[in-house]
C-alpha cells in the first residue's frame, strides 16, 4: 500500500481481531442516513378538478385554480387536513409547491394508537418563499397506522400553491453502518440489522451473520504505515446493494516525510505529499490539520514548493499555501472544484468548544446532542452558513486551545465533537467551498472566550449599520405606539399588541412615557413590569416611592429564601430533562442580579451578602445557560444568561470593589458576543441576536439562526454597565449595533406599528409576532446616548440617593437636576423617602 502522494487510494482492509454481538445500538450520531432500497408511491393528489377533499382549518382559505391548490394564509397558523389515507408508515411526503408567505412547512399526524396531533408527532421542513416551484421531500417518522395528515404551510400570511403531492413508502436497507470509530490504523466497525430476519454479509475477507434485529463489531487494522490516508469500508450482504463508507486516518504513531516550521512553542510538521500535518506545542502532539485539502473524499496529489515565509502545494485545478506566523497557521486554497479544507483536529479530552451561533459546548459535551433539540434539527455538523453568527470554531481541551476563523460566510463550516465523521476520539473542524481562506490558532489551554475575543480583535467590530430613521422619529414613533391603540387601552398596555395578551397599568411603559413626553399616565394602581428592561421611575413622579420600595423588599425577601446555603439558586421543573444538574450560570444570574440591584438601590446588607454568595457560587460556570426556562431547557446556552450575568458581576464589582467579579463580567460579556450576527448579507442582519442554540421544549420554533431582538436588548443594556469600566473592546459599539438593529426590525407602519417583533426571518426579513412593546428600545436608546432612562443612584462611602433625576452627593445634600414644576420623591439611604417640589436645580438636605 502506498502513501497518498497522487490520488487517494483506499486502503485494504484486513479483519484481524473480533466480532461480537452488541445488546443495544449505541447512541453515537450517524452522519449518513441509512440507505433507502426502494420508493412506492402510495397515493397521489392532484387539483385539476378540485380541492381532492383538501379542508382548510384555520387562519387559511383553499381553492383550485389552474390545476394548482392555491392556499390562502390569512394569519400566522394557517393550516388544512387531507383526505383520510390508512398506511402503516413510516412515510414520506413528496409535493411539488411555490410560496410567498414566511416560515417554515410543517406536517402533523395521527395514528390508530396515537390520536392526536402535537408536537411530538410532526415533522417541520423549510420552505423555500421566492415565488418559484420547487420539490420537497418530507420524511415522517410515523409508526403504527396513519389516520389523519395536517399540512401547516408557513407562519404568516400569503399564498401557497401546490400543484401535487404525493404519499410514498421507502424501503430501507435491513443492514445500516450505524458508527465507525479508529485509533490509528485500527478501526471498529458497528453493523446494524433493522430487519426480523438474520442478514450475512461479507466483510474485507471474512463472511459474518448479524442476529435479527441486533447489532454486531467487527475490528479491522486497515493496511499501510503512513500518517495519513483514505479508508473505505466495504459492507457486502447477500443479495442486497453493498454499504460503503469514507474515513480518514490521522496516525500518530506512523512516521513520514516532513517539512517543519517553528514559532515559538509552535511547531508545524508538514507532510511532504501535502496530505496533512502535524502541530505541537512544547514538543507534545496537540493536534492534526488533515487533510490539508480533499476532493470528492479522496486527497489530491499534490507537489511542494518551498519559499522562505510559505509552503505551496500545487496540484491539477488545486493550489494550497500554508504559513506559520506566531501562534497562527494559515491555510489559503483555491480549487476549480468544491473541496474540504483545513480540517482541524484537535485532540484530548473536551473542555469547551464553540461554533459560533450554532453550538456552545461545556466538558464531555458532544456537538450536535439532543439536549437542547430532539428533532432531526439537532442535527448540525454542517449548517446553514446563514445561521453562523461569525466565523469562529473552537475547541479546547487538556492539550491546547484549537481555533480557526475565515473571511467567506458562505463557506459550508464541518464541525464534530468528538470526530463522528471519521469516528475518532478527538475532535473536527473544517470549511468547504472552492475558495478557503483560513486562520487557525493554536495557544495553550486556555477559555474559550480567549478564542471568541481574538477572532473579535482580529477581524474588528463591523460598522455600524444605517439607523431607520433619527432620534426625534424613533420616538416619536414609540411615543405613538404606547399612547394608543392597539397596545394602549383603558385598562394599560398589554406586553404584545395582540389582543390575546391582557392589559395592565405596567410601570415600565409608564414610565416610557414619562420620560418621553414628561406626563405621567394616570391609574390608580401601577403593576410592576411589562417589559424586558425594568424602568421604576414612575413610582418616583407619582408619589408611590414607598410602594416601589415594599415590592422590591418583598422581592428580594423572597429571593432570600430561595437561595441554598452555598449561595446557589436550584431549578426543579420540566426544563432539567437531560441537563447534567439542577442549576446554570443564567439561572442563578437573574436573582444574583435582582438582590445586587435592590443593594444598589438600598445598600441593604444582607442581600448584599446574598448576592456575594451568588457571584462565589457562579464562579463555577463557563456556559451561559439556563436563563429562559419557561420555555426552553435548562441546559440550553443562552444570550439572557450572559446578559444577567454581566450585570450581576458589574453591580457587584461597583458595591465591592472586587476586580475578580470585573473580570468575571468582560468573560461573560465576551460568552454573548457568538450570539450576535457579526455580518451582512441582508438588509436587516448585522447585530441581530440569536435567543438561544435550542428550540422551544427541546421541539419547536428551533430558535438557532432566528433573531429575537429582546433578547438582545437586555444584553446590550448589561454591556452599557460594563462599558463604564472595561475598554477590551468597544462594548458601546456593540450596544448600539444591537440597538440599531432593533430599530430596523420595528415594524415600520401598520397597525403594530412601532412594536418590536418577537423573532424576524433573516432570509426572508420577515418580522414574526407577536408584537411587544417598544419601552426596552426607549431605554437604551437613552443610555446609549448618555441619558437617564430609569432611576438614578448617587453613593459617596456614607449616604445614597434615589431619583427619577441624575442626582450627585455634597455631604449632607444631594444635588438634583430636574425639571421645574415637577413633583417628585427622592429616597435616601434605603429608608427614608423625601418629597421634593422642582424648582429646575434642586437642593435637598438630607439629615
Known amino acids: 500500500m502506498q502513501c497518498l502522494r497522487a490520488v487517494a487510494c483506499f486502503v485494504t482492509l ?19 442516513p441509512r440507505q433507502v432500497l426502494e420508493t412506492k408511491k402510495l397515493h397521489e393528489w392532484t387539483f385539476q378538478t378540485g380541492t381532492t377533499g383538501c379542508r382548510a382549518l384555520n387562519d387559511c382559505t383553499v381553492t383550485a385554480v389552474n390545476g394548482v391548490l392555491k392556499i390562502q394564509s390569512t394569519g400566522n397558523d394557517p393550516y388544512l387536513v ?29 395514528t390508530t394508537q396515537s390520536p392526536n396531533m402535537d408536537e411530538e408527532r410532526s415533522r417541520h421542513f423549510k420552505l423555500i418563499h421566492d415565488c418559484q416551484w420547487h420539490d420537497y421531500i418530507v420524511s415522517l417518522d410515523i409508526t403504527g397506522m396513519l389516520v389523519d395528515l395536517r399540512f401547516d404551510p408557513g407562519s404568516a400570511p400569503g399564498v401557497v400553491e401546490v400543484e401535487k403531492m404525493e404519499l410514498v413508502q421507502e424501503i430501507l436497507h435491513p443492514l445500516e453502518i450505524g458508527s465507525v470509530h479508529n485509533d490509528g490504523h485500527s478501526i471498529e466497525l458497528l453493523l446494524k440489522n433493522h430487519s426480523n430476519q438474520p442478514v450475512n454479509a461479507t466483510v474485507g475477507s471474512q463472511k459474518i451473520t448479524v442476529a435479527a434485529s441486533n447489532a454486531q463489531k467487527v475490528l479491522f487494522q486497515a493496511a499501510g504505515k503512513v500518517p495519513f490516508e483514505t479508508a473505505e469500508i466495504v459492507v457486502q450482504p447477500e443479495n442486497l446493494p453493498a454499504l460503503r463508507r469514507q474515513v480518514f ?35 507534545k502532539l496537540v493536534a492534526f490539520i488533515a487533510p490539508l485539502v480533499s476532493r470528492d473524499g479522496s486527497v489530491p496529489g499534490l507537489k511542494l514548493k518551498e519559499t522562505r515565509s510559505a509552503l505551496c502545494f500545487t496540484g491539477t485545478g488545486i493550489k494550497t499555501v500554508v504559513k506559520l506566523h506566531n501562534d497562527e497557521i494559515t491555510v489559503a486554497i483555491e480549487s476549480d472544484v468544491p473541496c474540504e479544507g483545513p480540517v482541524l483536529r484537535a485532540l484530548g479530552p473536551l473542555e469547551q468548544g464553540i461554533l459560533a451561533g450554532v453550538e456552545y459546548l461545556g466538558k464531555g459535551e458532544k456537538s450536535s446532542s439532543t439536549l437542547d433539540i430532539e428533532t432531526e434539527e439537532h442535527i448540525r455538523f454542517m449548517p446553514d452558513p446563514l445561521k453562523v453568527t461569525m466565523p469562529l470554531m473552537a475547541f479546547v481541551t487538556d492539550r491546547v486551545c484549537a481555533a480557526m476563523t475565515w473571511n467567506d460566510m458562505l463557506l459550508q463550516p464541518v464541525y464534530a465533537t468528538p470526530n463522528f465523521l471519521d469516528g475518532t476520539e478527538g475532535h473536527r473542524a473544517a470549511l468547504r ?31 455600524l449599520p444605517k439607523p431607520p430613521r433619527d432620534r426625534k422619529a424613533q420616538m416619536e414613533m414609540c411615543l405613538k405606539t404606547l399612547s394608543s391603540p392597539p397596545l394602549k387601552t383603558d385598562a394599560g398596555w398589554g406586553h404584545c399588541a395582540e389582543p390575546k395578551w391582557t392589559r395592565h397599568p405596567f410601570a415600565d411603559m409608564a414610565s416610557t412615557v414619562w420620560r418621553i413626553s414628561g406626563q405621567a399616565p394616570q391609574f390608580p394602581k401601577l403593576v410592576p413590569g411589562g417589559a424586558h428592561i425594568r424602568n421604576d421611575t414612575i413610582y418616583f413622579v407619582t408619589g408611590r416611592a414607598e410602594e416601589w420600595l415594599n415590592l422590591r423588599t418583598g422581592e428580594v425577601k423572597r429571593i432570600l429564601t430561595e437561595q441554598k446555603p452555598d449561595g446557589s439558586f436550584r431549578y426543579n421543573g420540566k426544563y432539567q430533562r437531560g441537563h447534567f444538574e439542577d442549576t446554570a450560570s443564567g439561572y442563578c444570574a437573574r436573582p444574583a442580579m435582582t438582590l445586587l440591584e435592590y443593594v444598589h438601590f438600598t445598600g441593604d446588607a444582607e442581600a448584599l451578602a446574598a448576592g456575594v454568595k451568588a457571584l462565589e457560587f457562579m464562579k463555577r460556570f463557563h456556559t451561559p445557560r439556563g436563563a429562559q426556562t419557561w420555555e426552553c431547557p435548562l441546559h440550553t446556552p443562552d444570550i439572557l444568561g450572559s446578559a444577567y450575568l454581566v450585570n450581576a458581576y458589574v453591580r457587584g464589582y461597583e458595591l465591592t470593589g472586587n476586580r475578580e467579579y470585573l473580570d468575571c463580567a468582560r468573560r461573560w460579556a465576551i460568552s454573548g458576543l457568538p450570539f450576535v450576527y457579526q455580518w451582512d448579507r441582508y438588509p436587516v442582519m448585522v447585530y441581530a441576536t440569536t435567543p438561544v442554540l435550542g428550540a422551544t421544549a427541546w421541539r419547536a420554533p428551533n430558535w438557532i439562526g432566528l433573531p429575537v431582538q429582546w433578547c438582545g436588548h437586555v444584553y446590550a443594556y448589561a454591556l452599557t454597565m460594563l462599558a463604564h469600566h472595561d475598554g477590551t ?54 443610555v446609549l446616548d448618555g441619558e437617564l432612562d430609569s432611576l438614578a443612584v448617587a453613593m459617596d462611602g456614607k449616604r445614597r440617593v434615589v431619583a427619577p433625576f441624575p442626582v450627585t452627593i455634597r455631604g449632607d445634600t444631594a444635588v438634583i437636576r430636574a425639571k421645574a414644576g415637577v413633583s417628585y420623591q427622592v429616597l435616601v439611604d434605603g429608608k427614608n423617602i423625601l418629597d421634593v417640589q422642582s424648582k429646575g436645580k434642586d437642593i435637598v438636605q438630607m439629615k
Open 14 to 32: 484486513c479483519i484481524i481481531g473480533y466480532f461480537c454481538t452488541v445488546t443495544s445500538a449505541q447512541e453515537d450520531i450517524n452522519p449518513v
Open 82 to 110: 387531507m383526505p383520510q389515507f390508512r398506511v402503516e408508515g413510516p412515510l414520506s411526503i413528496r409535493l411539488r409547491a411555490r410560496c410567498t408567505s414566511g416560515g417554515d412547512g410543517q406536517f402533523f399526524w395521527t
Open 249 to 283: 486516518i490521522a496516525d500518530m504513531a506512523a512516521g513520514g516525510e516532513w517539512v517543519t516550521r517553528k514559532s515559538g512553542q509552535l511547531t508545524l510538521h508538514v507532510a511532504r505529499d501535502g496530505t496533512g500535518a502535524r502541530v505541537e506545542l512544547n514538543g
Open 433 to 463: 467551498g472552492k475558495k478557503i481562506e483560513a486562520t487557525i490558532l493554536v495557544r495553550q489551554p486556555m477559555r474559550v472566550e480567549d478564542a471568541i475575543l481574538w477572532v473579535v480583535k482580529k477581524r474588528g467590530l463591523p460598522p
Open 729 to 782: 473592546i468597544d462594548w458601546k459599539h456593540v450596544a448600539e449595533g444591537i440597538q440599531i438593529s432593533a430599530e430596523q426590525q420595528q415594524q415600520p407602519d401598520g397597525e403594530y406599528a412601532g412594536c418590536l417583533p418577537d423573532s424576524f426571518t433573516i432570509a426572508e426579513q420577515r418580522r414574526n409576532g407577536p408584537f411587544i412593546n417598544p419601552s426596552a428600545l426607549v431605554n437604551l436608546r437613552l
